[in-house]
């Protein structure tokens, strides 16, 4: 199965060229957002598997629209960026942003970060997935010992 990917950037020529970066060894672009009220909107609907997208955007910053798909785990996010400064590398660590690439962009780069996202993504959800398993698990156990303390207890 194709891993699909929706891509945000205000450039047009930005999206084309990034577009062109990942269909060419096979991933699927779903759709392209200008801002970020747009790929959040179109990510809600398409469920894709990753979303690349600028950090500086009209509309919604990029942050905050990144902030809103990596808290409803909607898709993990690779952050594009002319901008290297640490306050925004900080922002983008500290609300789960899995890559953050500068531009220009160079295909060597890019298909590494997506594949290492998308790798990141699937063992943080591995790891839910037994969070909650052996969560349920012990609930279980819970009762069935404060049913077993009740046997004993009316038993004598």
């Not at 919604?60 to 909607?74: F, H, N, Q, Y």
């Not at 953050?100 to 839910?128: D, G, N």
């Amino acid at each position: 199965m194709s891993v699909r990917i929706i891509i945000a950037d205000g450039q047009p020529l930005q999206r084309i060229d990034l577009k062109d970066v990942l269909t060419r060894p096979g991933y699927q672009v779903v759709g392209e957002a200008v801002d970020g009220s747009g790929v959040i909107a179109m990510s809600r609907l398409l469920r894709p598997d990753l979303v690349i997208m600028d950090s500086h955007m009209p509309d919604m910053d990029g942050i905050l629209a990144a902030e809103t798909l990596v808290r409803e785990k909607i898709a993990p996010v690779i952050f594009l960026t002319a901008y290297t400064d640490q306050a925004l590398v900080k922002r983008a660590r500290d609300i789960g942003v899995s890559n953050y690439l500068v531009k220009p962009l160079h295909e060597s780069e890019v298909i590494p970060a997506v594949e290492m996202a998308l790798s990141h993504h699937r063992q943080m959800y591995a790891m839910e997935e037994q969070i909650r398993l052996l969560s349920a698990q012990l609930e279980t156990h819970m009762i069935v010992e404060r049913y077993r303390g009740t046997v004993v207890e009316q038993r004598g």
